[in-house]
Nanobody, 127 residues
């Protein structure tokens, strides 16, 4: 049974930092590309970042480029999202997702391309 679990969310002031973690079990972690998505109230879920199976290829949404860093530790079956210079508009539920293709496709921001999802972690940035 596949389980994907996010952790590390919380409340932070604007300009601050948070690191999200995502641990996956029940699958061969380094066979999967991994993505981070977020969904703010009243808005659609949007792709934030994607990392290929080896960690050598990474992609970011324009809104977070230069502020967020995605990484993975395949030995620990864990995905990370380091978020710096946080803004109130980053407030959302953040989701981790696994893509069995192993690489970040051209449509990596399309949530329907992912096979497994976590339950989400709330990130709130106060102004």
């Amino acid at each position: 049974q596949v389980q994907v679990v996010e952790s590390g969310g919380g409340l932070v002031q604007a300009g601050g930092s948070l690191r999200l973690s995502c641990t996956a079990s029940g699958l061969t972690f380094d066979d999967y590309a991994m993505g981070w998505f977020r969904q703010a109230p009243g808005k659609e879920r949007e792709g934030v970042s994607c990392i290929g199976w080896s960690g050598s290829s990474t992609y970011y949404a324009d809104s977070v480029k230069g502020r967020f860093t995605i990484s993975r530790d395949n030995a620990k079956n864990t995905l990370y999202l380091q978020m710096n210079s946080l803004k109130p508009e980053d407030t959302a539920i953040y989701y981790c997702a696994a893509d069995a293709r192993g690489y970040c496709s051209r449509s990596w921001t399309n949530m329907y391309g992912y096979d497994y999802w976590g339950q989400g972690a709330q990130v709130t940035v106060s102004s």
